[in-house]
């Protein structure tokens, strides 16, 4: 079983930059970062391959958000610009042991235990 720990979350004001982290215990084929505000759905945010590292994200954070991996450290970053109190969630990292599609959460075997973000104004 993989282990994914992430770290990087807390409370910044509007405009600001926040960068998580996610290592994994072991290389995945895919990682990906999600997010479930209060009273709403988990939503796909961004992921990477990691071999090729082809990125995807979602329209609302793409030109903010960039996701990025250290091969050979197993650790995946996920940076995040331009904050607006939208983006005020729990954020999840996910590995997959193969590629599957890359915002379908349920086409990852691994997820990490969330990190809260807050933005506040």
């Known amino acids: 079983q993989v282990q994914l720990v992430e770290s990087g979350g807390g409370l910044v004001q509007v405009g600001g930059s926040l960068t998580l982290s996610c290592v994994a215990s072991?290389?995945?084929?895919?990682m990906g970062w999600f997010r479930q505000a209060p009273g709403k759905e988990r939503e796909f945010v961004a992921s990477?391959?990691?071999?090729?590292?082809?990125?995807y994200y979602a329209d609302s954070v793409k030109g903010r958000f960039t996701v990025s991996r250290d091969y050979f450290r197993n650790t995946g970053h996920l940076q995040m610009n331009s904050l607006s109190r939208e983006d005020t969630a729990v954020y999840s990292c996910a590995g997959g042991r193969y590629y599957r599609g890359y915002d379908n959460p349920q086409r990852y075997d691994y997820w990490g235990q969330g990190t809260q973000v807050t933005v506040s104004s």
């Open positions: 072991e290389r995945v084929a895919i």
């Open positions: 990477i391959l990691w071999s090729s590292q082809d990125t």
